[in-house]
C-alpha cells in the first residue's frame, strides 16, 4: 500500500524541472546539429581546454589552502568589526565580476596602487593579465566564499572539545591536529570542488584580464568563435567540450560539496579558551590583516573611483542600468516560478539525488545554453531582438542551483514538522504553499531573489553574444566602456552598478526577513 | 462505530496488530509501555501510518485509504499543533476552511469557541506570544469548530504542569462531552485513566488489545498490564 499523499504536489515541481531539463537539451541538441565533427578540435582548442582546467586547480587550491588560517583566527578571534567582516565575506558571492575586475585593475593594474608603489622602490612592476590575473580575480571572489564554508565548519566543532581541550593544556599543535585537522580533512575536499566548478565555467574574468592563445578559457573560445569569426561549428564543439568537463565535475563534487548554509550565527564567536597571545596572536592578526585588505582594497578602489568618474558616465549607461534593472526583475520572477515547485518537489523526494537536477544549471555553461538557443532561434526570428528575454531566463537558470540550496532544507523542515498538521487540516496544494510553505520559508525565498536579482544585475555572458548597441545591459555597456578606454566612466558605471546589485539583494533580503516569525 | 479489522501496522521491524472497535460518545486512553506502539496506532487511525493489512471501517464504511483531512477525526499531536505564523483566529479558522476563505457566520463560529476556552481577547495575537497553556487552549479552539466525531490526543499537554495538564484534561473531558465525540487519549498516567477514561485500550507485545471498562480493569490488572504499571 502506497504511503498517501504529502502536502505538496509532486506535478508541478516535476512540471518545472522537465522544462528546464528541456530548455537546456534544446540548447545541446541545436548545438549538435551544427558541430562538425569532421573538423575535430585544433591545437587552440586544446591549449584552452589545458588552460581552463589548469586555472580552475590552481585557483580552488589557492583559494582554499589561504582560506584556512583566515577561518581559522576569525574562528577563535574576537575584535571590533568582526561581525561586519564576515558579511562582507558574503559580498564577492554578489559582486558583478566586471566590477570586481575594475577594482583589482585599479589595484593590480598596469598603473595600479601595486606597481606604483613598486615603481617607487625601484622594483620590477607586475602585470595582472593572463594567467597569474585571472587566478588573482578567482581567489579574490572564491576565498571570502571558502572561508566562509570554512568558519562554518569551524563552528560546528562542539565547544566542549574546545574546553577539554584547554582543560587538557593542548599546544596549538595538537588542538589542530586533534581537533581541527579531523573537521579541515572533511571540508577542505569539497571547498576546492566547488571551487574548481565554479572556475571552470569563468567567462568574464577570462574576457577582461585573460585571452590570447596562453589564457583562453573554453568559454571565452566559444565567444570569440561566435563573436568574431562566427564559426558556429566550432562554437558547437566547445560548447560539448565544455559541457563534458563541467558536467562531469560538477557531477563529481555534487558527492563532497559542502552545504552551503547563508544562515546568520556567524557573526557570534565561539568562547575559546585557546586563543593564545604570542606567535599565535600574530598569526591570526596576520591572517585577518591581509585577508581583509586583500578584500577591501579592490572594494574601496570601484567606491573612490568610482565617485570621481559617475559625473562622467554617460546617459547610455543610465540606459543600460534600467535595462538590467528589468532583466533582474524578470529574472527573479523567472526563477521563483521554477525553483518553488521545484523545491517542494525535491523536499518531499525521498531520495536526495533528485537535486542533481538543479546542478544541470551548473554543468551547462551559459554560453552554450546561449550558442544553442541562438542557433534555434535564429530560423524564426531576430535573436538579437531576443537578447533581453534569452539572458533573464539564462541568468535564472544559473541562480537555480543556489536557489533550490537555500530554499530546499527549510522547506524539508516545514513539511516535517508541519506536514501532519496540514494534512490532517486538508492543507494540501495551493493552500499549503499559501498558508504554510510561504510564510515559513519568506526569509529564503527573500533571500534566493536577491541572490538571483544581484546575479542577472552583474552577469556579462549570453548578453555579449547576441548584443547589439541597443540591447545592452549595465555590465557590458561598463565592459564597453573600458574596451573604449574611457575608464573614468567605466568606474562611474561600476559604481552604479554595484549598488544596483547591492541594493537589490538587500531590498529583497530585507523585505524577506521583515516581520519574519521564528 | 470505528472498526479496525484484523489491522497489522508495519514500520521497518516493528509490528502491531489491532481488531477492535471504538464507540462514539466515549472516552478511551490507550496506555502502554513506551515504545510499544500508541503513537503508531493513532498515526494508523488518522491516517498518517497506512494498514499493511486489515481495514478501517467508519459507521459501514470503508476509509483504510482515505486522506487525513477526510476521516471523521481531528488530532492533536505532542507538539506543532499551531502554526507558528498565523494568528490564533487564522490557526482556529483553518479548522473550519482550508482555504481560509472565512465567512462571517464562520469567524462568529470561531469567536465563540475562542471564548469557549476563554481566549477570546487572544484571537488576533501569534501562537508565540502565548503561553503554553493558552496554546493549547487554541489548538482545543481548533478541535471545537472541526466537529468530528472522534477526538484524538497523543499526549498534547506532556509538556505541561501536572496543575495545567489536569486543567486541559478537565477542559477536554467538558467539550467532547458537549459536542458528543469520542476521545481516544495517549497517556502514560494511571491517574488520567482514573480521571476521564470510559475504557483502556492496552498496548504492549505487538497488539492493541480491544477496550476494556477502565475501573475493572485497573483494579484487576492482568500480568502484563501489571508489570507496566509496576
Known amino acids: 500500500m502506497a504511503l498517501r499523499a504529502f502536502a505538496i504536489s509532486t506535478k508541478t515541481g516535476i512540471g518545472a524541472a522537465a522544462l528546464v531539463v528541456g530548455l537546456i537539451l534544446a540548447a545541446v541538441c541545436a548545438v549538435l546539429t551544427r558541430a562538425e565533427f569532421g573538423s575535430g578540435l585544433g591545437p587552440a582548442d586544446w591549449s584552452a581546454i589545458r588552460f581552463t582546467v589548469f586555472q580552475a586547480a590552481i585557483s580552488a587550491v589557492l583559494s582554499s589552502l589561504l582560506a584556512i588560517p583566515i577561518a581559522r583566527a576569525l574562528a577563535r578571534r574576537q575584535f571590533p568589526g568582526r561581525g561586519l567582516l564576515v558579511t562582507l565575506l558574503g559580498a564577492p558571492f554578489i559582486l558583478p565580476v566586471i566590477v570586481a575586475v575594475l577594482g583589482l585593475l585599479t589595484v593590480f593594474g598596469r598603473a595600479g596602487w601595486l606597481n606604483m608603489a613598486l615603481s617607487a622602490l625601484n622594483l620590477p612592476t607586475l602585470s595582472i593579465y593572463g594567467l597569474h590575473g585571472v587566478v588573482l580575480a578567482h581567489v579574490f571572489f572564491n576565498l571570502p566564499l571558502a572561508t566562509r564554508l570554512m568558519l562554518q565548519a569551524w563552528q560546528t566543532i562542539p565547544a566542549e572539545r574546545f574546553r577539554l581541550a584547554a582543560q587538557l593544556d593542548l599546544t596549538p599543535r595538537a588542538v589542530f591536529q586533534s581537533i581541527e585537522w579531523p573537521m579541515l580533512r572533511q571540508i577542505v575536499p569539497g571547498t576546492a570542488a566547488l571551487i574548481f566548478v565554479i572556475c571552470l565555467t569563468s567567462f568574464a574574468v577570462a574576457l577582461t584580464l585573460g585571452g590570447g592563445p596562453r589564457a583562453t578559457t573554453i568559454e571565452l573560445a566559444i565567444y570569440q568563435a561566435f563573436r568574431f569569426d562566427f564559426d558556429l561549428s566550432r562554437a558547437a564543439i566547445l560548447s560539448l567540450v565544455q559541457l563534458a568537463l563541467a558536467g562531469s565535475a560538477a557531477l563529481l563534487a555534487l558527492w563532497i560539496i559542502p552545504s552551503v548554509s547563508m544562515g546568520g550565527g556567524q557573526d557570534r564567536p565561539r568562547q575559546r579558551w585557546d586563543a593564545r597571545g604570542g606567535v599565535q596572536r600574530i598569526i591570526d592578526i596576520l591572517a585577518i590583516g591581509i585577508g581583509a585588505l586583500f578584500l577591501l582594497l579592490p572594494l574601496g578602489a570601484i567606491v573612490t573611483r568610482g565617485l570621481a568618474g559617475i559625473l562622467l558616465t554617460p546617459a547610455s549607461v543610465w540606459q543600460a542600468a534600467g535595462t538590467s534593472v528589468g532583466v533582474a526583475m524578470v529574472s527573479i520572477a523567472v526563477l521563483l516560478v521554477l525553483a518553488l515547485p521545484m523545491a517542494g518537489w525535491i523536499a518531499t523526494a525521498k531520495r536526495g539525488s533528485v537535486e542533481a537536477v538543479g546542478l544541470f544549471g551548473v554543468a551547462a555553461s551559459p554560453l552554450m545554453i546561449g550558442t544553442g538557443w541562438f542557433i534555434l532561434i535564429n530560423p524564426f526570428a531576430d535573436p538579437v531582438a531576443l537578447a533581453l528575454p534569452v539572458t533573464a531566463l539564462v541568468n535564472a537558470l544559473m541562480a537555480l542551483p543556489f536557489a533550490l540550496r537555500i530554499l530546499v532544507p527549510p522547506l524539508r523542515d516545514t513539511v516535517q514538522v508541519y506536514g501532519r498538521l496540514s494534512q490532517a487540516l486538508s492543507l494540501t496544494g495551493w493552500p499549503f504553499w499559501r498558508w504554510v510553505a510561504l510564510p515559513r520559508l519568506r526569509p529564503q525565498i527573500g533571500f534566493a531573489m536577491g541572490l538571483t536579482g544581484a546575479l542577472s544585475m552583474g552577469d556579462l555572458g549570453v548578453i555579449a553574444l547576441f548584443a547589439d548597441q541597443d540591447r545592452t545591459t549595465l555590465p557590458l555597456q561598463m565592459y564597453r566602456l573600458m574596451g573604449s578606454y574611457q575608464m573614468e566612466a567605466a568606474a562611474g558605471a561600476a559604481l552604479i552598478l554595484l549598488a544596483l546589485s547591492l541594493g537589490i539583494f538587500w531590498i529583497f533580503d530585507k523585505a524577506g526577513r521583515m516581520n519574519a516569525e521564528a | ?230
Open chain 2, 1 to 230: 462505530m470505528l472498526k479496525l479489522e484484523q489491522a497489522v501496522i508495519t514500520q521497518d521491524d516493528f509490528s502491531l496488530r489491532a481488531d477492535l472497535s471504538i464507540e462514539p460518545h466515549k472516552k478511551y486512553a490507550v496506555i502502554g509501555p513506551s515504545g510499544a506502539g500508541k503513537s503508531t496506532l493513532l498515526g494508523a487511525l488518522c491516517g498518517f501510518v497506512p494498514l499493511a493489512h486489515g481495514r478501517l471501517i467508519w459507521d459501514g464504511r470503508d476509509i483504510t485509504d482515505a486522506a487525513p483531512g477526510a476521516r471523521p477525526m481531528t488530532m492533536l499531536f505532542q507538539d506543532n499543533n499551531l502554526f507558528p505564523h498565523l494568528s490564533v483566529m487564522q490557526n482556529v479558522g483553518l479548522g473550519l476552511r482550508s482555504d481560509m476563505r472565512l465567512t462571517a457566520d464562520d469567524r462568529a463560529e470561531v469567536e465563540s469557541a475562542l471564548s469557549r476556552v476563554s481566549l477570546a481577547d487572544m484571537a488576533d495575537r501569534k501562537p508565540g506570544s502565548l503561553s503554553g497553556g493558552q496554546q493549547s487552549r487554541a489548538a482545543l479552539a481548533r478541535v471545537l469548530v472541526q466537529a468530528r466525531p472522534f477526538v484524538l490526543l497523543d499526549e498534547p499537554f506532556a509538556a505541561l504542569g501536572p496543575a495545567l495538564r489536569n486543567e486541559m484534561l478537565d477542559l477536554v473531558q467538558q467539550l467532547v462531552t458537549e459536542t458528543g465525540a469520542a476521545l481516544i487519549m495517549v497517556t502514560h498516567d494511571p491517574k488520567d485513566v482514573a480521571r476521564i477514561a470510559d475504557e483502556v485500550i492496552f498496548v504492549a507485545n505487538g497488539i492493541a488489545h480491544a477496550p476494556e471498562p477502565a475501573k475493572e480493569l485497573m483494579d484487576n490488572p492482568p500480568p502484563e498490564l501489571r508489570e507496566y504499571l509496576g
